[in-house]
């Protein structure tokens, strides 16, 4: 009897058919292993082929994951030998690994004087390098990728086609004779300064420039970064000038964990994620005040290297680097050395760019953690695209489904095909915009794309798809979207001349939670963000439901108020606030009067706990401007006291009055610790009493549940089971997944 095996998850590219080979080596037995579109085909024969599967769960790759294995039992063939083969172009399913950082082994061997790779900056092989960004099609092969421009030679090509070897198949293996190589420009000229220099030598003139202080960009993986020393506030004050980024704060590279360990506090969790092959940016705590990197927070987010460049600048440099994504504010990280002279040229003194193209940009993944848990914030390098097999079909039941879509408060919905599997493409929101696919029994959650607010950013958006499209043959069927109408990414959707379906933006958060936890029933769903389009026209983001699969039901939310100055109001929430103050306390304000007469405007009523969080910050007199997303909860985070166990009980009804939490603030402008901790207890209260009304256990989603010490109390205090986003983002990252969620639940 014959075995064969269809074996599905990341298993191309990760060293997983020479593990195949060795394994049927050590258990005498014989066939084949190959890479196809459907992920890989194993053939077996021999009298201990029974062993087989269990010993290759026992020794998978470090990069390897096995989703569905498919066994199909034929007749005997009397193969001769165990073979590795050429791979097979079928249907285009199988799953891409993301881009990993440099792997210990290739460490050992970049910094081993006899080795022939010794200090060359491109080492990797099967357990490590860059995967997603420089592939053009699969199957995963040299030839669809961008290091098809590069011959290998001898040496390489004998490691390449050697099953025993670490770097048999790994499409950008290289070297000094045959590989990409680094390029020092200048900005203002075309003229190359490093055709002279080694390897070596290029990058310590880098480093040497960074040590004078000056702003270089340096090419990574999927993208470039702005780079000088952080430790220098003349450097860091000239690049917040140069790039006009006035206060958001810079992420930070450092050499090592010991080197994070004298600027910051961490725990055992926080090293973990740091220390992690996916090496993300992790929010930590301060130690010590670096002044212009992240001032006014308790805050820094720090990484380590992840690319033998990196880690060779730290030979030669002994602080930690400002490591920030090359972009214009808004728009994607710049993957292309003549795009960063085009739009940065006037920002770096100098670029240390190379010659092996990034096909897909993709910028640094951030986390945090939360306890014993980590919240992804950013889902991308290391961790995108974030790929799952799921079990769906749909029922050829059509009028049922417009019943029930009906029922979902008139969900937007064309006539639906009678497919047995539809393709679905899932197009996010406007902020921290990603996209998601279903087809056959796959999801994939692309890496974060960013906010859809410029020509450029719009621009990767709608690349990102087509790379998508290209990747996987992928045709979409059926679209969903946000209801929000000036969403690009919901204009985008409804000028495609395909079906669509708009999905409610907070019921997408909440679904994104179920379909991370494969959750069914009913659940109170606490959705908490800035914005997000109500059904009922306004501005939705301090929500309550009780919602399931396929429907949900608004059953709290926080008093609705307006937004003095619409879009504007986020950065300026004086107005709002003010307004919403009881007279004896507004009048102390010189804005009381005419933010009173302002209230008559045609402005949008919002129920935004983002904005709640503005305006208490405002208040209390922590902020005077919202000048970056997320300052005003970061500013709460860093003055909340534990010991302080006040807070203020509000009237909960449908509507939860908020509003005597404002005149508290107000009241006590100035006293920041005891503002901050009665306004988080205050939520975390009113969560608990809502929670103890409903015979239900709990999901929390929306960017405002980034907020650290509001997740971490409200887990404390609710006595229920509480769900989460951790893969997916909490933010609005994961909305393409709660969107495409419902389509395989309904469609």
Same mark, same amino acid.
């Given at each position: 009897?014959?075995?064969?095996?269809?074996?599905?998850?990341?298993?191309?590219?990760?060293?997983?058919?020479?593990?195949?080979?060795?394994?049927?080596?050590?258990?005498?037995?014989?066939?084949?292993?190959?890479?196809?579109?459907?992920?890989?085909?194993?053939?077996?024969?021999?009298?201990?082929?029974?062993?087989?599967?269990?010993?290759?769960?026992?020794?998978?790759?470090?990069?390897?994951?096995?989703?569905?294995?498919?066994?199909?039992?034929?007749?005997?063939?009397?193969?001769?030998?165990?073979?590795?083969?050429?791979?097979?172009?079928?249907?285009?399913?199988?799953?891409?690994?993301?881009?990993?950082?440099?792997?210990?082994? #290739?460490?050992? +061997?970049?910094?081993?004087?006899? *080795? !022939? &790779? $010794?200090?060359?900056?491109?080492?990797? =092989?099967?357990? @490590? %390098?860059?995967?997603?960004?420089?592939?053009?099609?699969?199957?995963?092969?040299?030839?669809?990728?961008?290091?098809?421009?590069?011959?290998?030679?001898?040496? #390489?090509?004998? +490691?390449?086609?050697?099953?025993? *070897? !670490? &770097? $048999?198949?790994?499409?950008?293996?290289? =070297?000094?004779? @045959? %590989?990409?190589?680094?390029?020092?420009?200048?900005?203002?000229?075309?003229?190359?300064?490093?055709?002279?220099?080694?390897?070596?030598?290029?990058?310590?003139?880098?480093?040497?420039?960074?040590?004078?202080?000056?702003?270089?960009?340096?090419?990574?993986?999927?993208?470039?970064?702005?780079? @000088?020393?952080?430790?220098?506030?003349?450097?860091?004050?000239?690049?917040?000038?140069?790039?006009?980024?006035?206060?958001?704060?810079?992420?930070?590279?450092?050499?090592?964990?010991?080197?994070?360990?004298?600027?910051?506090?961490?725990?055992?969790?926080?090293?973990?994620?740091?220390?992690?092959?996916?090496?993300?940016?992790?929010?930590?705590?301060?130690?010590?005040?670096?002044?212009?990197?992240?001032?006014?927070?308790?805050?820094?987010?720090?990484?380590?290297?992840?690319?033998?460049?990196?880690?060779?600048?730290?030979?030669?440099?002994?602080?930690?680097?400002?490591?920030?994504?090359?972009?214009?504010?808004?728009?994607?990280?710049?993957?292309?050395?003549?795009?960063?002279?085009?739009?940065?040229?006037?920002?770096?003194?100098?670029?240390?760019?190379?010659?092996?193209?990034?096909?897909?940009?993709?910028?640094?993944?951030?986390?945090?953690?939360?306890?014993?848990?980590?919240?992804?914030?950013?889902?991308?390098?290391?961790?995108?695209?974030?790929?799952?097999?799921?079990?769906?079909?749909?029922?050829?039941?059509?009028?049922?489904?417009?019943?029930?879509?009906?029922?979902?408060?008139?969900?937007?919905?064309?006539?639906?095909?009678?497919?047995?599997?539809?393709?679905?493409?899932?197009?996010?929101?406007?902020?921290?915009?990603?996209?998601?696919?279903?087809?056959?029994?796959?999801?994939?959650?692309?890496?974060?794309?960013?906010?859809?607010?410029?020509?450029?950013?719009?621009?990767?958006?709608?690349?990102?798809?087509?790379?998508?499209?290209?990747?996987?043959?992928?045709?979409?069927?059926?679209?969903?979207?946000?209801?929000?109408?000036?969403?690009?990414?919901?204009?985008?959707?409804?000028?495609?001349?395909?079906?669509?379906?708009?999905?409610?933006?907070?019921?997408?958060?909440?679904?994104?939670?179920?379909?991370?936890?494969?959750?069914?029933?009913?659940?109170?769903?606490?959705?908490?963000?800035?914005?997000?389009?109500?059904?009922?026209?306004?501005?939705?983001?301090?929500?309550?439901?009780?919602?399931?699969?396929?429907?949900?039901?608004?059953?709290?939310?926080?008093?609705?108020?307006?937004?003095?100055?619409?879009?504007?109001?986020?950065?300026?929430?004086?107005?709002?606030?003010?307004?919403?103050?009881?007279?004896?306390?507004?009048?102390?304000?010189?804005?009381?009067?005419?933010?009173?007469?302002?209230?008559?405007?045609?402005?949008?009523?919002?129920?935004?706990?983002?904005?709640?969080?503005?305006?208490?910050?405002?208040?209390?007199?922590?902020?005077?401007?919202?000048?970056?997303?997320?300052?005003?909860?970061?500013?709460?985070?860093?003055?909340?006291?534990?010991?302080?166990?006040?807070?203020?009980?509000?009237?909960?009804?449908?509507?939860?009055?908020?509003?005597?939490?404002?005149?508290?603030?107000?009241?006590?402008?100035?006293?920041?610790?005891?503002?901050?901790?009665?306004?988080?207890?205050?939520?975390?209260?009113?969560?608990?009493?809502?929670?103890?009304?409903?015979?239900?256990?709990?999901?929390?989603?929306?960017?405002?549940?980034?907020?650290?010490?509001?997740?971490?109390?409200?887990?404390?205090?609710?006595?229920?089971?509480?769900?989460?986003?951790?893969?997916?983002?909490?933010?609005?990252?994961?909305?393409?997944?709660?969107?495409?969620?419902?389509?395989?639940?309904?469609?």
């Amino acid at each position: 009897m014959r075995i064969k095996y269809k074996i599905n998850g990341i298993v191309q590219g990760v060293g997983f058919r020479p593990t195949v080979y060795k394994i049927a080596k050590q258990l005498g037995l014989r066939g084949y292993v190959l890479n196809s579109g459907e992920g890989v085909i194993i053939e077996i024969e021999g009298e201990k082929k029974d062993k087989f599967i269990d010993t290759l769960k026992k020794n998978l790759p470090p990069l390897a994951r096995i989703d569905i294995i498919e066994k199909e039992f034929l007749p005997v063939k009397n193969y001769k030998d165990f073979q590795i083969i050429e791979s097979k172009n079928t249907t285009k399913t199988t799953f891409i690994s993301p881009d990993i950082a440099v792997c210990e082994d #290739c460490l050992k +061997e970049m910094f081993d004087k006899n *080795n !022939r &790779r $010794y200090l060359y900056p491109f080492i990797n =092989c099967t357990n @490590c %390098g860059p995967r997603y960004t420089i592939i053009k099609d699969i199957p995963y092969d040299r030839k669809n990728t961008s290091m098809s421009e590069f011959k290998m030679c001898d040496k #390489c090509y004998s +490691e390449y086609i050697n099953p025993l *070897n !670490r &770097r $048999y198949h790994a499409e950008p293996t290289c =070297c000094f004779e @045959c %590989g990409p190589e680094l390029i020092i420009k200048l900005p203002n000229s075309k003229f190359q300064i490093s055709s002279n220099l080694n390897e070596i030598e290029k990058i310590e003139f880098i480093a040497e420039k960074i040590k004078e202080g000056k702003i270089v960009a340096i090419k990574g993986l999927g993208g470039f970064h702005l780079v @000088c020393d952080a430790t220098n506030e003349k450097t860091v004050k000239n690049l917040r000038v140069r790039k006009q980024r006035p206060s958001k704060p810079f992420a930070m590279m450092f050499k090592d964990t010991d080197t994070i360990q004298k600027y910051c506090k961490l725990t055992k969790k926080d090293i973990e994620l740091i220390t992690s092959k996916e090496k993300p940016i992790v929010l930590v705590k301060k130690s010590v005040e670096l002044k212009g990197i992240a001032d006014g927070i308790d805050r820094y987010g720090v990484f380590l290297p992840y690319t033998p460049v990196h880690y060779l600048l730290f030979e030669h440099i002994d602080f930690p680097i400002v490591a920030t994504s090359a972009n214009i504010s808004d728009e994607p990280i710049i993957r292309e050395g003549d795009e960063l002279i085009e739009k940065l040229g006037s920002i770096v003194d100098y670029v240390l760019d190379h010659n092996r193209d990034i096909i897909n940009a993709c910028d640094d993944s951030v986390v945090q953690a939360v306890g014993d848990e980590c919240i992804t914030m950013r889902c991308a390098r290391g961790y995108a695209p974030l790929m799952e097999n799921v079990e769906w079909r749909m029922e050829n039941k059509e009028d049922e489904l417009n019943e029930k879509l009906k029922v979902n408060n008139e969900v937007k919905k064309e006539k639906i095909n009678n497919n047995s599997q539809l393709n679905i493409l899932g197009v996010g929101a406007n902020q921290k915009s990603t996209i998601s696919l279903a087809f056959k029994d796959k999801f994939i959650l692309s890496p974060h794309i960013g906010d859809l607010g410029t020509v450029g950013s719009i621009e990767y958006f709608e690349r990102t798809i087509e790379t998508f499209r290209r990747l996987y043959g992928f045709k979409e069927d059926i679209i969903i979207c946000d209801k929000h109408p000036f969403y690009e990414s919901t204009k985008w959707a409804l000028n495609q001349d395909k079906e669509v379906v708009q999905i409610q933006h907070h019921y997408a958060h909440a679904l994104a939670t179920m379909f991370e936890y494969n959750l069914e029933g009913d659940y109170l769903a606490f959705i908490f963000d800035g914005t997000g389009y109500g059904d009922d026209g306004s501005i939705w983001g301090g929500e309550v439901f009780v919602a399931n699969r396929h429907t949900y039901e608004r059953v709290h939310y926080f008093k609705p108020f307006k937004l003095i100055g619409g879009e504007k109001a986020v950065k300026n929430p004086s107005n709002t606030a003010v307004a919403l103050l009881d007279e004896e306390v507004g009048e102390k304000f010189k804005n009381y009067k005419l933010a009173k007469a302002l209230t008559k405007g045609n402005f949008p009523l919002t129920t935004s706990m983002g904005r709640i969080f503005d305006m208490v910050a405002f208040l209390g007199g922590m902020i005077e401007r919202n000048e970056w997303e997320g300052l005003s909860g970061l500013m709460i985070e860093r003055y909340y006291n534990p010991d302080i166990k006040d807070y203020i009980d509000f009237e909960i009804d449908k509507e939860i009055n908020f509003f005597p939490l404002l005149n508290f603030a107000a009241k006590n402008r100035g006293n920041f610790e005891l503002i901050s901790s009665v306004f988080i207890n205050s939520i975390v209260e009113t969560m608990v009493k809502i929670s103890k009304m409903y015979d239900l256990d709990i999901i929390i989603g929306g960017g405002v549940f980034q907020n650290k010490t509001l997740l971490s109390e409200v887990l404390k205090k609710i006595n229920k089971k509480v769900y989460f986003n951790k893969k997916i983002p909490l933010n609005d990252g994961g909305i393409s997944a709660g969107q495409v969620a419902f389509g395989i639940w309904n469609l």
